[in-house]
Each structure stands twice: as structure tokens, then as C-alpha cells.
């Protein structure tokens, strides 16, 4: 499908460069202060890279670690506008957000993505009020894509939102089953186009994206 809509359009370099505002201010009220200040917004630069935010990841050790690196990770997928971040910020209430965070962490480290991807569904044991797989599949990917250092021997956590989905015409819902026929996918497409699996996730965005704008 990718080599057909010709949507290859970033290479791996180009991705990893990918920058997003990161809206302080707008988060900071969301939050409310006293959330904003521990989770260190008032520090935030204008934006964020994915490759900034590949580091960052990789250097979470506490629960509290893990709930500050995330709220980048959301910030970096909201933008600046006002609805998608009220609706991101809405995990934050939680206060143990950031065990749940870790604890993924260490689920995909122990036993992959799709393993860790289905705890946190809805209903399983690491599941947070208000974060859905559009956001935390963003957490398990920037946790678990390897750095250029590091290498790839499995496919690797991707993420897994709407204009994927309608990319790929996948179940409306966020099944676990689809996540790991989704992760498989992006894996042999990457090999077959010589490319990288997070290369193939963006042009997958880019061509759910134009679907929606042509059926408007």
C-alpha cells in the first residue's frame, strides 16, 4: 500500500528530525500549576524532536522519570491546539500514571510490545483512565525504537493512531491482535523497501492524513 499511494517520502534521518511545538503555556493550565511544576512544563523548549524524545526515553528510571518524559511525548503529539490537549492531559489525574508508565516499560523490555501494548488496554492491568492507544503506543514506541547505536533484531513498538488505521483499513477497534499485525506489517514493509519501520508508521500517517482531507 505505501509503495503504491507513493507516500515514501522521509528518510529515516528526515523522521527522526521530525519537530512539533510544544505548547507550555496551554498544558501548564490544563495541568493546573502545582502537576505542571512536577512534570517540570515551565522547562520545556518551544519544540521537541522525535529524536530528542528517542534519548530522553531511554534514560527513564523512576515512576517519576517516566510521568515527565511522557508528558513530552504528549505534548510532542498534540501540537498547540487546545482540544487535543485537554483530552491528553486527562491521564495526569492519576497519581500513579508513572508506576503504570514504568511498568509498561519494563513489560516490553521483558516481553515485546504487543505484550506491554495489551496490558494497558482498556481493562488490562496497566490501563490508565483517559490514555488510549493513540498516546500510549507513542510512549511504547519512543521507549522501545532503538537509537541508530543500538540496533534492531525484532520489530519494535510503533505508533498506532487513527490516520494509521485508516491507512491501513484495520479494525475500528484497538485490539491487541491488531496492534501485532500492524507492528509485523510495518517490520517486512521496512525490509522490503530498504527503509526503517518508524519510516514506514510516518508515511502511513501521511496517507491517512490526505484520506481524511479527500473525503471531506
Not at 503504570?100 to 510490545?113: F, N, Q, V
Amino acid at each position: 500500500i505505501i509503495g503504491s499511494h507513493s507516500v515514501l517520502e522521509r528518510t529515516d534521518a528526515q523522521v527522526c528530525m521530525q519537530r512539533e511545538t510544544m505548547n507550555a503555556a496551554l498544558w501548564g493550565r490544563r495541568l493546573g500549576s502545582e502537576m505542571a511544576e512536577r512534570l517540570g512544563v515551565d522547562s520545556w523548549p518551544a519544540g521537541v524532536t522525535r529524536q530528542e524524545l528517542l534519548e530522553q526515553a531511554k534514560l527513564v528510571s523512576t515512576p517519576q522519570d517516566a510521568a515527565m518524559v511522557y508528558a513530552r511525548i504528549a505534548a510532542w503529539g498534540t501540537g498547540s491546539k487546545a482540544r487535543p490537549v485537554a483530552r491528553a492531559a486527562k491521564p495526569f489525574a492519576d497519581p500513579k500514571l508513572g508506576e503504570r508508565l514504568l511498568a509498561s516499560r519494563d513489560r516490553m523490555r521483558d516481553h515485546g510490545p504487543v505484550e506491554a501494548y495489551s496490558w494497558m488496554l482498556n481493562g488490562g492491568a496497566l490501563a490508565t483512565a483517559g490514555l488510549g492507544p493513540a498516546f500510549f503506543s507513542k510512549w511504547l514506541y519512543f521507549c522501545d525504537y532503538p537509537t541508530e547505536a543500538q540496533g534492531m533484531a525484532r520489530p519494535p513498538a510503533l505508533i498506532l493512531d487513527q490516520r494509521v488505521k485508516d491507512a491501513l483499513s484495520l479494525p475500528s477497534i484497538y485490539s491487541h491482535k491488531t496492534y501485532a499485525t500492524y507492528v509485523q506489517l510495518a517490520w517486512a514493509a521496512a525490509a522490503r523497501l530498504e527503509t526503517t519501520p518508524h519510516v514506514v508508521e510516518s508515511s502511513l500517517f501521511t496517507l491517512g492524513r490526505r484520506q481524511a482531507r479527500d473525503t471531506q
